[in-house]
């Protein structure tokens, strides 16, 4: 008897420079799939985007979607939680309808990215940033995940070459899913040699910047039909660190993933699948110690090894699959349902029932934790 | 049934590079580029215009070359256009200097033209038009351009000098070679502009590409075979608007055209981009070689944006006319290496002050 919220509908945009697309057509591409398959108009909607104001100048982001996508007298609302949005949406749509407030919540996240120049969408960034302490400095977040890679590499002996894993591994992943944004295998020596970023940290180790939206319907187990398929969000555990990640662990990630496993009775390995939120290398490499699949320093390794039971980042994650920002942790969400419900376009894990999404704002400052499981 | 452009041919065409030659690699020295980025844009160096040059004497000297290979008496030339995105004035035509210089004035139309990268060859389109119909027995299209790109900007690499010039007239006249077909496609894109007074122009980056620069010259392209019934192995040479080495390469993948067939015409790597003259000294590079007979596919782009595309046919007459004047390999190899410090002052990119 499921009496957690479930999902039966997802929807996605192929994540990628959607030059003839704003916001609201990359939401309402996502959108109208979901509405349409479910069959009902939701009761609440919520939007995450991350930066729509700063990339598009658009805040109310939520109106407008709610009055494109023609849905009367719905409650709109946009969250954002940095790249959590879009995991912390969902989280807020189980709320919802676990109080009874809703019966049908449509989680919709969007970013539009590619409008920007480079120095532009850079300074945009910084709004993710401590505006006080952070921004004025000029410290970016790809020169800390770059400190954070050294500090790993120093600590547990790992050398550069073993991490090149990592980025292998979710291109080969994307080469399977189509609505990945870089759809090509890549070499390990590609890796290496492609620009340097913040040194270790080089281009291929980064997410690119693209265009994407993705939705999910989150509605009462009462008000849906027992007939299709559908996943139920069996529990999310959310937590602000005391400080971002000075040294190479994941303590929010840490946390949170115990606190749910425990919650739930459930190990790490019992989970047959994983989207974790791998903005570089070093934040895969980390969330997956974290989270309890690989001892701390031995994340590479046991990915090269194959040792890790759980499929990790079937969809490419955001290093290949793509990072829109804010919508991210809906596309993780969707990807992860898709899966338990056999119905994911590319790689798929075998039959499982037990999906993880893990989703971190800037590096484990605040992290989610998500546990889906197929639902009958 | 014939075109109007059929009756119209190249009497001949002249090309100009500066002497100066800036290396990438002072560009990744001073401003911190890995060596990686002038490898991807497929540039090893570009020609820097003298302390004394601009786009209207360069325009000159490609044009003297082209009259010296026409042979004709300059006062029969009744139009000069050119196509800058670079001029020494916003107001004062370079086509009326040019014009006087070659003595075609003054009974000649004269006019500045402006699309991006390819105003040269829209200068190129009017004056077959104006040929073709009588109007003017010779007409002389130019393009050149001082490229202009931000300090520390990826463009640095690319952003050259260099002058093209190209004369048409009667095709029973005699000529080098004569045009098959011509074809343009604009629409309204903002890939890249410079707005007034601004001293360089800006770029969207990745919009450049797919919306822009392929989605134009492909649609011109392709308008230009469907109107003459033709395939690209109709073709021996493809002459692709030259922003970098590696567009125009993607580009003949895109519609079909083998690699050996643009190589030849490829200069960019050498001198980099020199925007109203890219294709078309590309288009002269190629009318060093090519054979009597020989078709030739030249497909010019400026953003903004817009393309054209020609069908050339080389003529009897290519021989006796290619030796009056230096072939581009010639020019190309007149090199003298500078550094960043004697670009920025020759380009003037330092401010100075007098009193």
């Known amino acids: 008897m499921v009496k957690n919220p479930v999902i039966t509908s997802a929807g996605l945009v192929k994540v990628g420079r959607h030059f003839d697309k704003g916001l609201r057509e990359l939401a309402a591409e996502a959108a109208l799939q979901v509405i349409d398959e479910v069959g009902v108009e939701p009761d609440y909607l919520i939007v995450s985007s991350a930066l729509s104001g700063v990339l598009c100048h658009q805040e109310r982001l939520a109106e407008i979607v709610a009055r494109h996508l023609g849905l009367k007298r719905v409650p709109a609302v946009r969250i954002e939680a940095g790249y959590l949005s879009g995991a912390a949406a969902v989280a807020m749509a189980c709320s919802l309808v676990k109080s009874g407030a809703a019966r049908h919540v449509l989680v919709v996240g969007v970013e539009k990215a590619t409008d920007l120049p480079s120095a532009q969408l850079n300074r945009a960034l910084l709004a993710l940033r401590d505006a006080d302490y952070e921004a004025p400095s000029g410290v970016t977040e790809e020169g800390l995940a770059g400190c954070l890679m050294k500090l790993y590499m120093e600590e547990h002996g790992v050398k550069r070459e073993e991490l090149t894993v990592w980025p292998v591994l979710m291109h080969d992943h994307a080469s399977r899913n189509p609505y990945a944004q870089l759809k090509f295998k890549v070499a390990p020596e590609q890796v290496l040699s492609s620009p340097v970023v913040a040194d270790p940290l080089r281009l291929l180790d980064v997410y690119p910047v693209g265009d994407g939206a993705a939705a999910v319907m989150v509605s009462s187990p009462e008000s849906v039909e027992k007939s299709g398929a559908a996943a139920e969000i069996a529990g999310v555990v959310q937590v602000t660190s005391e400080a971002e990640a000075l040294e190479p662990v994941f303590k929010a990630t840490r946390e949170a993933a115990s606190t749910l496993y425990s919650a739930l009775g459930i190990e790490a390995f019992k989970v047959e699948v994983v989207e974790i939120m791998d903005t570089y290398t070093i934040t895969g490499l980390l969330a997956l110690e974290a989270l309890g699949f690989a001892k701390p320093g031995e994340a590479a390794v046991a990915l090269a090894e194959g040792s890790i039971k759980a499929l990790v980042n079937p969809s490419g994650g955001c290093k290949a699959r793509g990072h829109p920002f804010g919508a991210t942790g809906v596309y993780q969400v969707a990807e992860v349902y898709m899966q338990l419900t056999g119905s994911f376009p590319g790689l798929k894990a075998e039959d499982p029932e037990l999906g993880l999404v893990h989703a971190l704002s800037g590096l484990d400052s605040q992290a989610l934790v998500m546990i889906l499981r197929r639902a009958w | ?355």
Not at chain 2, 112 to 131: M, N, P, Q, T
Not at chain 2, 155 to 181: K, Y
Request: aromatic share 10%.
């Open chain 2, 1 to 355: 049934m014939g075109r109007p452009e059929n009756g119209v041919g190249i009497a001949g065409w002249g090309a100009y590079i500066p002497r100066y030659r800036l290396p990438a690699s002072e560009i990744c020295r001073v401003w911190g580029f890995e060596p990686s980025t002038p490898k991807n844009l497929g540039v090893e160096e570009k020609a820097v215009a003298g302390p004394d040059e601009d786009s209207a004497t360069m325009a000159l000297e490609a044009a003297r070359y082209a009259l010296r290979r026409a042979g004709i008496d300059p006062s029969k030339i009744g139009a000069v256009f050119v196509g800058s995105e670079s001029k020494p004035y916003a107001v004062k035509p370079t086509a009326s200097f040019v014009a006087d210089a070659i003595g075609a004035s003054p009974k000649t139309m004269a006019s500045d033209l402006e699309f991006a990268c390819r105003a040269g060859s829209e200068g190129l389109r009017a004056s077959i038009g104006l040929v073709s119909s009588g109007m003017v027995e010779y007409a002389l299209a130019i393009g050149s351009d001082t490229a202009q790109a931000s300090p520390g900007d990826v463009l640095e690499f690319t952003a050259a000098s260099g002058a093209a010039a190209i004369l048409v007239g009667p095709r029973s006249n005699g000529c080098a070679a004569w045009f098959e077909g011509s074809y343009t496609y604009v629409t309204d894109t903002p890939d890249f502009w410079r707005r007034e007074g601004s001293p360089y122009p800006v770029h969207g980056e990745a919009f450049t590409g797919d919306p822009a620069y392929f989605h134009h010259i492909v649609g011109a392209v392709k308008g230009l075979l469907e109107e003459l019934g033709l395939k690209p192995s109709d073709f021996d040479y493809a002459v692709f608007h030259q922003p970098n080495g590696k567009f125009p390469l993607k580009v003949a993948k895109i519609l079909g055209f083998p690699k050996e067939k643009v190589l030849p015409g490829l200069v960019t790597p050498k001198i980099g981009n020199t925007y109203n003259a890219s294709a078309l000294l590309g288009l002269c590079k190629v009318l060093d070689e090519a054979k009597p007979g020989q078709r030739i596919l030249l497909a010019p782009y400026g953003s903004g944006a817009g393309a054209d595309a020609y069908s050339i046919i080389v003529d009897d007459g290519i021989e006796e006319r290619r030796t009056k004047a230096p072939a581009l390999s010639a020019l190309l190899s007149r090199r003298k290496v500078i550094d960043y410090a004697l670009y920025v002052k020759f380009r003037e990119k330092v401010r100075r002050i007098t009193w």
